[in-house]
């Protein structure tokens, strides 16, 4: 079995994931190897609840500039954890 924190990375603090967490929903960074398994069990380790399921989304890198120099943003997989109806993560 690998740790939980090689498979979920961080979870992210956005405006769409607060608004997501009041319909018990958490967004986290997750490892670009890992797949819905590896991930539904992490998370149910890291927060100490029961997962209704799990959402991935590959964000490509993208290519940026600063003035002459050209530069790449990181490449990002994310999961949406989905929590069963009346459960709360241990963490909060």
Known sequence: MTKIFEVIRKPLLTEKGQILRES??????????????????????????????VRTVRTPAKAKRLGRWVGTTSAVKKAYVELVEGATPAAE
């Open 24 to 53: 018990n929903i958490q967004v986290f960074e997750v490892a670009s190897w890992a797949n819905k398994h590896q991930i539904k069990e992490a998370a149910e380790l890291l927060l100490q609840t029961k997962v209704k399921s």
